[in-house]
């Protein structure tokens, strides 16, 4: 059991590295594209959605940990491709403008919910049709996968819109160049720790229950949840970790702004 649990946590470790470059490396180009280079990327990627599709519910009746490893990489292709599209432009939300220098909490907050209504909306709309699917399914890795995903996420959009002190605005596309300006820089925040506490939590419970049941869903649960854990001490602790994709990244044709905050 301890073999396949080192083995499905090195599998989760790769992918979430591989998955996050791989969507950088093609943002990054399409950045160089023209105005529509976005969009085509979002278009000749939708195959990644479709697969991701396919292995969710071939996933669903199958208990074995074939069945894991299929759910977890068909959770990560649905996010993947949402996030890519994120990214991209083509699904964000209706304001496009920075953040007024005079803007009021209220319509700071207002304005930038509007930047990324869009995409949090779809990626609810996601969730909500892959749990209904997988309610009643022998196999919910990749229900919980994208739940760990979708959750995280949030919290890491709370995060750096109430204030951390590192933010990582390295590798950013030209569409979104905007967001930066909802972002606040603070030595702390009240939801730092209840989002720490949370996802620590959730990492532990994942480990029971690889001890109590032994099956390799849970390692690749618990390694993607504290590798959510790990992005959000990046927002407080002063590491390079953009070194782990900027070697992999094709080197931008144009100087402009540039962010990541990891899948």
């Excluded at 909802?182 to 720490?196: A, C, D, E, G, V």
């Excluded at 992005?231 to 900027?246: C, F, G, N, Q, S």
């Amino acid at each position: 059991m301890l073999a396949q649990a080192w083995f499905a946590a090195l599998t989760a470790l790769f992918l979430w590295w591989f998955s996050t470059g791989a969507i950088l490396f093609v943002v990054r180009n399409a950045d160089s594209d023209g105005p529509d280079g976005h969009v085509w990327a979002s278009l000749l990627s939708m195959p990644v959605l479709f697969a991701g599709v396919v292995g969710l519910m071939m996933s669903l009746p199958n208990t074995e940990p074939s069945g894991a490893y299929v759910g977890f990489l068909a959770g990560l292709a649905i996010w993947g491709w949402i996030e890519q599209a994120f990214l991209s432009g083509l699904i964000t939300g209706p304001n496009k403008d920075p953040c007024p220098t005079d803007a009021s909490p209220w319509l700071r907050f207002r304005r930038a919910w509007a930047s990324i209504a869009y995409h949090d909306l779809l990626l609810l709309a996601a969730f909500l049709l892959i749990w209904g699917f997988s309610i009643d399914a022998a196999n919910k890795v990749a229900l919980w996968t994208f739940g760990v995903l979708f959750f995280a996420r949030v919290s890491a959009q709370l995060n750096l819109y109430l204030g951390v002190p590192h933010i990582n605005t390295e590798f950013i596309p030209r569409p979104l160049s905007h967001l930066p300006s909802y972002f606040s820089t603070r030595k702390m925040n009240w939801l730092f720790p209840i989002s720490i506490s949370a996802l620590t939590f959730a990492t532990a419970c994942w480990l029971e229950r690889l001890y109590a049941t032994g099956h390799v869903g849970f390692a690749l649960l618990a390694t993607i949840t504290a590798l959510a854990a790990l992005e959000h001490w990046l927002m407080v602790l002063p590491l390079p970790d953009a070194k782990l994709w900027r070697w992999m990244l094709p080197a931008p044709k144009d100087k402009q702004v540039r962010m990541t905050d990891g899948l």
